[in-house]
């Protein structure tokens, strides 16, 4: 996945990244900027989801497809439908009617196993209660994997490195910080997809316990290894960084696909309103669109 330079070369900036405007420390492998994607045929697609609890629709006729090369935001209000098709997406759950595909094939043709060589899955606020340390949980990821114990090991060094918590690797992980603990979460699901793409990277709102460096650091790796020909598909709430970073975005509302599309394509003052009923100005900075709420236009009376 990275070069050992890439980890060696700890404090450099960038200055040039096409899409980010931000300026921070870290490992050049966050900034590498591909000129190159791969065009690969695979995909996780869904056609005709359909999900029901009861006699409550959650999920209607939802048509997604996520692509080797390609950052896939899913956006939406609270309720609209995101994490009951991350569950579908993952596998925890199985829709009412409607299939997914995975490269191809039915995904309930293919065993755990061999889905989780090429497709890692990061779910909001995992419980882990055991007295594990910070490279335990990493090492997880290689659980699928048949490589060498001392590779396993290796990568997951490479792993707690990338995320900054090296020197955390021996600490229970049950004293971390929230955001420690959603950082190394996010090392674990990087170990267990480090072999070369295409696979798949399923992040359920990955960023929410993180700062602002964090943040961005993590969405600079997840357009790094977009580019570099993995398939990452997150929840995210943040219109602004998702119009800045991802590829593609789908607006979910009322459990139905509104919009999908590029960020300038889908992010409009109409569409906006439309999905979380709430006014807004769209500012164009850098060829990016970026949302600025209108004062008084957020239906909260006092």
Same mark, same amino acid.
């Given at each position: 996945? #990275? ?16 899409r ?7 490992? !050049? ?16 697609? *869904?056609? %005709? ?15 997604? *497809?996520?692509?080797p090369g390609?950052?896939h ?10 994490? !009951?098709? #991350?569950?579908?997406?993952s ?8 299939s ?9 043709s293919?065993?755990?196993?061999s ?15 055991f007295?594990? !340390? ?11 994997h ?15 490195? $990338?995320?900054?918590l ?8 049950? *004293?971390?910080?929230?955001g ?5 979460? #996010?090392a ?8 070369e793409?295409?696979?798949? %990277? ?8 993180l700062?602002?460096?964090?943040? $961005? ?15 990452v598909?997150?929840? %995210?709430?943040?219109?602004n ?8 975005i !789908? ?6 696909v #509104? ?7 889908? $992010? *409009?003052?109409?569409?906006?309103q439309s ?11 850098d060829?990016?669109n ?10 909260v009376?006092?």
């Amino acid at each position: 996945m #990275f070069s050992r330079r890439d980890l060696q070369n700890r404090r450099t900036t960038n200055r040039n990244s096409r899409r980010c405007g931000y300026v921070f420390s870290g490992s !050049t492998c966050f900034y590498q900027l591909i000129t190159k994607t791969r065009k690969l045929s695979m995909s996780i697609q *869904t056609e %005709l989801i359909h999900y029901q609890i009861g006699k409550k629709t959650i999920l209607s006729d939802i048509n997604i *497809t996520i692509e080797p090369g390609e950052f896939h935001v899913l956006m939406g209000k609270n309720g609209a439908g995101k994490s !009951t098709l #991350f569950h579908l997406l993952s596998s925890d759950t199985r829709p009412s009617s409607g299939s997914i595909y995975f490269d191809g094939k039915p995904i309930q043709s293919l065993n755990a196993k061999s889905i989780a060589k090429q497709r890692a899955v990061l779910t909001q606020n995992p419980e882990i209660n055991f007295p594990l !340390t910070c490279l335990d949980i990493v090492q997880l990821g290689r659980f699928p994997h048949e490589t060498s114990d001392t590779e396993n090991l290796d990568i997951a060094l490479q792993s707690l490195e $990338i995320v900054d918590l090296l020197d955390k690797k021996n600490q229970n992980y049950n *004293t971390l910080s929230g955001g420690e603990k959603q950082r190394a979460h #996010f090392a674990r699901v990087l170990s267990q997809i480090w072999e070369e793409p295409p696979r798949y %990277l399923l992040l359920d709102e990955p960023i929410s316990s993180l700062d602002l460096p964090n943040q $961005i650091k993590v969405l600079e790796l997840c357009r790094h290894l977009s580019q570099k020909g993995y398939g990452v598909f997150m929840i %995210l709430h943040d219109l602004n960084l998702a119009s800045r970073y991802a590829d593609k975005i !789908t607006f979910l509302s009322d459990g139905k696909v #509104f919009a999908s599309g590029p960020p300038n394509e889908v $992010i *409009t003052e109409e569409g906006i309103q439309s999905v979380f009923n709430i006014e807004i100005d769209v500012i164009i900075n850098d060829n990016v669109n970026m949302v600025l709420p209108k004062l008084n236009k957020i239906g909260v009376s006092v």
